[in-house]
Structures are given as structure tokens and as C-alpha cells.
């Protein structure tokens, strides 16, 4: 194992932790997305839920995510030290102990599944847990140091929130479910690549295999374009299943054409072009991804919230 992959270089716990350190700790960036998509699987699902009982749902589906937040920045400290968009967490900079990390993270990982399995049903605790190992133990701790295909394989775990949220209540898993699992899934690679090809060295450094240190900036590009290509029919797909309707089919025609529009653009330029202009049209694509997601899984919900009025749907 390579110095990069041992987590003891963290600093020792300076003891002046606050609230907004063990918040940090959750990702709430993150877990904003996380509980987005899941919110926007739980309106979809057919039969509804008490209000309550999803509110709760949504809940430990959030405090789940936290978790697997706090359990990734403790296992990737010291590369979390290196880079430069990472250093400041509470970890690496010392202000919380790896152990503590670790503690903390376990413990709302447990009593965000136990709860969830208590308030719902089993399999929507069961896809948490999952969830959970998925992105700490799969992703952190096995794909995100060994192979290139990390996020593509690791995407995964972000992908399963909006089923978590359809799974707590029907207590199964759908068609419309699985297609929204694999929006997240297709959209993960062409994000997470475009952030990389502007992060420049920082993965480099960290000795973290990312495609644009494996295979280069050029291939990275074509990969970007790739998946965007492929996501296209996802997102359009969904578009015509029953959670679907015209609002979302008009934001879903818009978008991924903008994002096609964009992922060509990128494919199309090279490293001198990309370097002199600031990596602008990378970052575009970037920030473009970001409201991509959460206009769909918008969408979605809006096409929900106006079925009852004979609106929504086809």
C-alpha cells in the first residue's frame, strides 16, 4: 500500500471542534443533492405517504448521507491534506480527530437505518445500508485509489437515494425508480471528469487515479462526451414512464441539449486553447451539471404535484 492510501498522516484532534465542524463532517453539499433526488423519489411513487412518515423518510435518508460523508473524510485525510480544494475539512486540518470522525460517522450510520427501517419498511433501510457501505467501503476505501473507472463505478452510490425514497413507499422497486437510479449514474462521470480537467494537478498530487492522470486530458474529454451521449436516452427515457409528463420532457429536451452542446465543446479543445482561456468552457460544463440534476429531478416532482389536477403526466 502506498503512502497515499494510509490514513494516519492526519493531524492529531486540537480539541476546538464546533457545531460547524461536525456539520462539515456531513458534506452538505452533498447531502443536499442526496436528499433532493430522494425527496423527488419519494413524491413520485404511486400510493403516497403520510406526511409524517416521509418527513422522517427524508430524515434519516439525509442523516444516512451525513454519514457516509463523515466516514469518507476520515478514511481519505491525508489525501484530503493534499489537495487543495479538500485541506480545510475538519480532519486534515486537525480540528477533529480521525477517531472521532470515524465514531461519529458510525454511529448516525446505524441509527439512520434502524430508523428508516423502523419508520418505513425494510428494504428502503436496506438500500441505505447499502448505500452506505457502497460509498464508504467500495468506493473510498477500494475503487477511489486503484482504478480510473472510480466515479464510474463509485456513481453508484450517489444514484440510490431517489429509489431509497420510492422504496420507503411502496416497499419495492419500479421501473421509473431504476431509470432515475440510472440518471445519476450517467451524469456522475461527465461531472466529476469536467471538475477534473480544470482541478488540474490536484488528483496528481493526491495519487488519486483519476482519468485525466491515467489516460490523459485528451481521453478525458472524449470520455466526457461519451457518457453525455449515453445519458441523453436516460434522461428522455424517464420522460415517457409515468412519472414522466410535457414539463419534464421540455426540461429534459432543453438540457441534455445544452449539455451535448457543451460536452462538444470540450471534446473539442485542447489543453493550450482550454489553459488560455482559464479552462472556461470546462467550467461551464462544470456548473451546467450541477443545475442539470436538479432541474430534472425538479421536473419531476412538478409533474407529480400537478397530477392530481389532471395536469401532470402524459
Known amino acids: 500500500m502506498s503512502d497515499a492510501s494510509m490514513n494516519t498522516s492526519a493531524p ?17 453539499r452533498v447531502m443536499t443533492l442526496v436528499v433532493f433526488t430522494a425527496l423527488a423519489g419519494l413524491i413520485a411513487a404511486p400510493g403516497g405517504i403520510h406526511p409524517v412518515v416521509g418527513f422522517a423518510a427524508i430524515l434519516f435518508i439525509a442523516v444516512g448521507g451525513g454519514a457516509s460523508g463523515a466516514l469518507n473524510m476520515w478514511w481519505d485525510a491525508d489525501i484530503d491534506g493534499i489537495m487543495k480544494r479538500t485541506r480545510r475539512r475538519p480532519v486534515p486540518a486537525g480540528r477533529i480527530g480521525p477517531d472521532e470522525a470515524f465514531g461519529f460517522g458510525m454511529a448516525l450510520a446505524g441509527f439512520s437505518v434502524v430508523m428508516l427501517g423502523l419508520a418505513t419498511n425494510l428494504l428502503a433501510a436496506g438500500l441505505l445500508a447499502f448505500t452506505i457501505f457502497f460509498y464508504v467501503v467500495i468506493y473510498s476505501m477500494w475503487l477511489k485509489r486503484s482504478t480510473p473507472q472510480n466515479i464510474v463505478i463509485g456513481g453508484a452510490a450517489g444514484a440510490f437515494p431517489p429509489m431509497i425514497g420510492w422504496a420507503a413507499v411502496t416497499g419495492g ?18 461531472h466529476f471528469w469536467a471538475l477534473a480537467l480544470f482541478m488540474k494537478s490536484d ?18 474529454r472524449a ?20 412519472i414522466g409528463g410535457p414539463v419534464y420532457m421540455a426540461v429534459a429536451v432543453i ?6 452542446k457543451g460536452a462538444w465543446t470540450v471534446w473539442r479543445r485542447n489543453e493550450e486553447i482550454a489553459e488560455g ?15 442539470y440534476l436538479f432541474a ?3 421536473a419531476i416532482m412538478l409533474e407529480a404535484a400537478l397530477a392530481p389536477f389532471g395536469l401532470g403526466g402524459w
Open 223 to 242: 470520455h466526457v462526451l461519451v457518457y453525455t451521449l449515453l445519458l441523453a436516452p436516460v434522461a428522455l427515457g424517464l420522460g415517457v414512464t409515468a
Open 296 to 298: 430534472h429531478f425538479g
Open 203 to 220: 488528483y496528481d498530487d493526491a495519487g488519486v487515479p483519476m482519468l485525466t492522470v491515467t489516460h490523459g486530458r485528451r481521453s478525458t
Open 12 to 28: 492529531a484532534q486540537t480539541g476546538d471542534a464546533g457545531f460547524a465542524d461536525f456539520f462539515a463532517l456531513l458534506k452538505p
Open 173 to 190: 422497486v419500479a421501473m421509473e425508480s431504476v431509470l432515475m437510479f440510472a440518471l445519476i449514474f450517467m451524469w456522475t462521470p461527465p
Open 277 to 291: 482561456d482559464g479552462y472556461r468552457a470546462e467550467k461551464k460544463l462544470f456548473g451546467l451539471s450541477l443545475y
Open 255 to 260: 438540457l441534455n441539449a445544452m449539455f451535448l
